[in-house]
Nanobody
Framework: QVQLVESGGDLVQPGGSLRLSCAASGFTLDYYAIGWIRQAPGKEREGVSCISSSAGSTYYADSVKGRFTVSRDNAKNTVYLQMNSLKPEDTAVYYC???????????????WGQGTQVTVSS
């Protein structure tokens, strides 16, 4: 069964850190760009970050640049999103998704995980 499973979401205080994981089963992530997309209540989905299949290129939304870092371990078939200096406005459900290459918008992603909740609150 083909699956993308996100994990690592939690409740964290402002200024704290979390590391999200996106693990694939049933297929290999090696040939795909992987994006992280978030959706806050009442808001549209927002592309947060993307990493190319070779990890040679990474992209970040302006709102997370300098705070979030995307990486991948193809040997573990897993992609990570390290989130530091978290802010309340980072609260959202975070999804990972596959694409042939990092797309401009969230519509370019093909296969999505089920999401993991990140809540930043004191």
């Amino acid at each position: 069964q083909v699956q993308l499973v996100e994990s690592g979401g939690d409740l964290v205080q402002p200024g704290g850190s979390l590391r999200l994981s996106c693990a694939a089963s049933g297929f290999t992530l090696d040939y795909y760009a992987i994006g992280w997309i978030r959706q806050a209540p009442g808001k549209e989905r927002e592309g947060v970050s993307c990493i190319s299949s070779s990890a040679g290129s990474t992209y970040y939304a302006d709102s997370v640049k300098g705070r979030f870092t995307v990486s991948r371990d193809n040997a573990k078939n897993t992609v990570y999103l390290q989130m530091n200096s978290l802010k309340p406005e980072d609260t959202a459900v975070y999804y990972c998704a596959t694409a042939p290459w990092c797309p401009v918008g969230v519509g370019g992603y093909d296969y999505w995980g089920q999401g993991t909740q990140v809540t930043v609150s004191s």
